[in-house]
């Protein structure tokens, strides 16, 4: 089987992409990532005195290094490396490559290390058929995945493997990155002429959004799409670099990490009464195609469990924004989602309905199957007979429809689940309650 690196060990050619040619070739042309391979970490200590031993999981973002790591432990290991991409490689692929280990080991010694690319696209079939041979040591992998692997690979090869988190790069990175393009005469445009004008770089060091493929690819197109003054220098604008990437997807799986951490960050925003950053991971939702019910449906939670009582028109106006938006739909249906966001996020906050799960423990501690008290039960059926209902006073004929009268059970007397916040119209309740229990 070919290697997927062969060719970009042996051949750095001009005709490759920048963001190809550009890859660091030893580690410390790596940049980022310092909390795994700053001097002295763990894993920049076993990647040069080649002693990756046991397997490793590289999980982070598209473009901050996982490929480019696994290239460089490549580069540095006698060991014999093998690759496979998880999207185009079955189980007949990774058996070839498990009998050439195997092989490898009985006869020449050799240890094998296996990188598997996206390696959270096998199903959990392939990825058994995986781990054998990784609990055995005939293989070492490197796992690479964009995805959550305590989610998206088996628990047993994840318990087998070292997890490693890289993080999207920082502006700083992407400015070193792109700055080594524009100076390396080799691989880069270091001998002909190629000026970026600062703010090009500023948006493009910011926009990148931590992603270095994404900032090469969009300052090769941009280079490539400036024609050269009359001198031969050739000055990148700002427009040119905005056209560039203006095309880029927003990052968000709807089935992975960032659809769930992008819901938390919207809730927690208007649970936090951040307007403002309400509106952006919103947008950031529907920009990224979101179903808009999920979005509401979880307003909709919120309006309930955290607002409640301190403004109850909330849920009203959250139901109706629903309402309104399966009349409407997109594009025009974002001013509902809009208006309930705000609203949401304006409004005086209160949990105070969580009151419920203090009675639902009382309720599963409570032993007594008939602690409903006699004058509570219902007359209707057999009131004659039992003396159901008697006793019972009816609030309404009192002057302020309030009576003093037991409603808990016998062993309950006393208890209180419900505490108002005193916020919003929750504090107009606090006071009725108040007086009502000084009676």
């Known amino acids: 089987m070919a290697d997927l690196f062969d060719h970009a060990l042996a051949h750095d050619t001009a005709a490759q992409p920048l963001a190809e040619r550009m890859r660091p070739r030893t580690l410390n042309e790596f940049v980022g990532q310092e909390h795994i391979l700053g001097p002295g970490k763990m894993l920049r200590r076993a990647i040069e005195s080649d002693r990756l031993f046991s397997s490793i999981i590289l ?30 490689a079955g189980k007949a692929d990774l058996r070839k490559v498990i009998a050439d280990a195997q092989e490898r080991r009985k006869y020449h010694r050799r240890r094998t290390i ?7 696209r096998w199903n959990k079939a392939q990825q058994d058929a995986l781990l054998p041979h990784v609990e055995n040591g005939t ?35 992407i400015r070193r990155i792109v700055e080594a393009a524009l100076t390396d005469p080799e691989r880069g445009y270091g001998g002909q002429n190629i000026r970026l004008s600062p703010e090009a770089l500023d948006f493009l060091t910011q926009a990148a959004r931590g992603d270095a493929r994404s900032a090469l690819n969009a300052l090769e197109l941009a280079v490539e ?17 905005q056209e560039a990437l203006q095309q880029r997807a927003v990052l968000y799986d709807k089935d992975g990490d960032a659809h769930y951490d992008t819901i938390s960050a919207f809730i927690k925003s208007v649970r936090g009464s951040d307007p403002d950053a309400a509106l952006y991971w919103l947008a950031k939702m529907v920009e990224a195609g979101e179903d808009p019910r999920f979005i509401l449906r979880r307003l909709l939670i919120l309006a309930a469990e ?18 309104a938006f399966e009349w409407v739909g997109l594009p ?19 949990n105070s309905t969580k009151a419920y799960f203090a009675a639902r423990d009382a309720v599963r501690q409570n032993t ?33 429809h309030f009576v003093i009268q037991q409603y808990l059970p016998d062993n309950l007397q006393g208890a209180r689940f419900y505490t108002p ?7 107009a309740i606090a006071h009725r309650l108040a007086k009502w229990r000084r009676k």
């Open 114 to 120: 296996l990188f598997i690319d996206e390696v959270h």
């Open 225 to 241: 799409t400036t024609p050269p003054a009359p001198d031969g220098r050739r000055t990148i604008p700002l427009q040119a670099v």
């Open 59 to 88: 999980w982070g973002p598209p473009g901050c290094g996982k490929t480019t790591l696994a290239r460089l432990i490549a580069r540095h290991t006698r060991a014999h490396f093998a690759t496979l991409s998880a999207v185009l």
């Open 306 to 323: 955290d607002i409640g009582l301190a403004d109850p028109q909330a849920l009203v106006v959250v139901n109706a924004a629903a309402q």
């Open 139 to 173: 293989i070492t992998l490197i796992g690479a995945t964009t995805e959550n692997p305590y989610f998206e690979v088996i628990s047993a090869l994840v318990s087998r493997s070292r997890v490693f988190q890289l993080r999207p790069l920082e502006p700083q990175h």
């Open 421 to 427: 916040s005193g916020q919003g119209y929750e504090r």
């Open 332 to 350: 025009e249906g974002v001013y509902h989602l809009a208006e309930a966001t705000l609203y949401l996020a304006t409004a005086p906050k209160s």
């Open 368 to 400: 007594n199957p008939d602690d409903v008290p006699n004058h509570l039960k219902d007359p209707s059926r057999d009131g004659k007979a039992t003396g159901h209902g008697q006793g019972y006073r009816y609030p309404h004929d009192a002057p302020e």
